[in-house]
């Protein structure tokens, strides 16, 4: 599977953006999707994850009613929205698949098998 994020920018304080991740080359359906980010000097964090089987997500607790995870299997497609952006929330935030996480383990970064390149979402204060 290869994975494409796009999305990120520079936003302030209070404001949304919507980070997308794009998948080919594998049936979408059967794979997990995460997304985890890391700032500078820090170890990469988990964000949020939708399991393979649906319909349950997973958010880490600083961004539980803030960011919202969904998955398109027909397109392919994952996003991450965010809103009420912090400056703590600025990083790097990738996203990754795996056809075998399990539920326990959406939160672990070595669960996933596949790994996006990065967006970088930056937001001042």
């Known amino acids: 599977v290869q994975l494409q994020a796009s999305g990120g920018g520079l936003v302030q304080a209070g404001g949304s953006l919507r980070l997308s991740c794009a998948a080919s080359?594998?049936?979408?359906?059967?794979?997990?999707v995460g997304w985890f980010r890391q700032a500078p000097g820090k170890e990469r964090q988990f964000v949020a994850a939708v399991h393979r089987n649906g319909p349950g997500t997973s958010y880490a607790d600083s961004v539980k009613g803030r960011f919202t995870i969904s998955k398109d299997n027909a397109k392919g497609m994952a996003y991450l929205q965010m809103s009420k952006l912090r400056p703590e929330d600025t990083a790097v935030y990738y996203c990754a698949a795996g056809p075998s996480v399990i539920r326990s383990n959406l939160e672990s970064p070595s669960a996933y098998t596949y790994w996006g390149q990065g967006t970088l979402v930056t937001v001042s204060s």
């Open positions: 080359g594998h049936n979408f359906r059967t794979v997990s």
